[in-house]
């Protein structure tokens, strides 16, 4: 579906089937000179099918547009490839595109061997590690190339006709994760940092990670600036940024100290299991009906948590070959 937004901003909504976000959102920035699109969608013939039918609908030239990528997550940057190979720059977080170089370009990580211990380790069974593997987005939707990728960093400029955009560097919920600001419109594109409703997941596995404390200072870091229209990844624009602002970085305070609750019982837990007793924005009730890509999502997002409360002192972590499993720490 495309909408106009303002004369020069228009939006393609593309479906996700499957996916609990349902929809992510393509923006077409366009000028005389170049455009610019904003996040891209699946690597799947239906998804490209509905963003270049928009495109085609806007009369835009591909030798004449770029792309912008708030984080290299599937769902935003799975069809670059349709306009690499018309010579556009995919601007992207120098972290980001580390990563999906890797992904897709070490053949020795191909199977996701890394991945899969690090699963086993915070309490998945083999089944559903590779029930959650095979499901994953990035496994089936990613882009198949990474040429053209253009690394941006905090505070590069990109002047689309009359309108000079900022980078703002946002780590968290990916570490090369930029939001787009339009300072003489007030206008900001935070890809999945910030959203109207719920509060995006994180996703750590490794237990070195620090994505939550990167997020966090992320939302300060937004704070800021002023912003009059929010214009996210998912769902529809918003106006209330200051409200969100507040009340995602209260989320994650709020989801601390749930943790904390949790181990107030004095049990070890791994992060499966802890994961299966917080509570879930899931419309699908008790965590054993949850789907296998929820789980996955659920128990990362909870990895990001527990190291952030480890680094703060507050819980103990216990790894051995197995399994990690966290504790409350001793006062
Ligand atoms: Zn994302």
Redesign the pocket.
Known sequence: MLEELLPDIFRITIPLPGHPLRTVNSYIITSKERNLIVDTGWNRFDCAEILLDGLAELGINLSRTDVFLT?I?A??AGLIDLFAKHHAKIFCGQADIEYIDHFINTSADKNWPTLRSLAASHGFSPEEMSAGIEAHSGNRYNPSHTSNLFPIKDQDKIIIGNHTFSCIATPG??LGHTCLYDPARKILFPG?HLLGQLS?TLSQWSLDGKCLAHYLTSLETLADYTVDLVLPGHWEEFLHFRVRLKETLAFHHERNAEILELLSDGKARNAYQLSAALSWNQKHGEWIFFPITRKWSAVADTIAHLCYLRDQNLVTMKPNQQEVTWGLASS
Request: charged share 25%; net charge negative; no cysteine.
């Open positions: 984080h997550h769902d935003h919920h990916t999945d995006p």
